[in-house]
């Protein structure tokens, strides 16, 4: 039985079904790692910090990288809130601030 469940915010979901199916699967094995062991527990090459509540799962596939930009929510659940593919070494200012406004709109 999982301690955590990840969600994915509705806008992050369409996001999410248009990644390459390997990426999509990538997304599914880390998500179950986050319910089965918990953010605390998951760490590198899988999840790593961004700033301030965020983190982003890494997903890497034939197509390239993808990035999904989640936050621990109420109680023991992680709100997926931004998925994209990535294109430069840094995750881009404007895919934390699209995380970070839909967090607060999420609240």
Known sequence: MPDWTVRVHPQ??????????????????????LESFGPQKVGMPH?????????EMRM??????AR????AVQGRSLLVLHVFVKKTQTT????????????????
């Not at 248009?18 to 998500?31: C, E, S, T, V």
């Not at 999840?47 to 983190?55: A, F, G, N, Q």
């Not at 895919?95 to 999420?106: D, N």
């Open 68 to 71: 999904a930009v989640y936050a």
């Open 12 to 33: 992050a979901e369409a996001e999410l079904k248009a990644l390459p199916a390997d990426m999509q699967a990538r997304f599914l094995h880390i998500a179950e790692l």
């Open 92 to 107: 881009p200012r404007n895919a934390i601030e699209t995380a970070l406004k839909r967090l607060e709109s999420a609240k």
């Open 60 to 65: 890497r596939g034939r197509d390239g990288i």
């Open 47 to 55: 999840v790593r910090p961004l700033e301030s509540k965020l983190w």
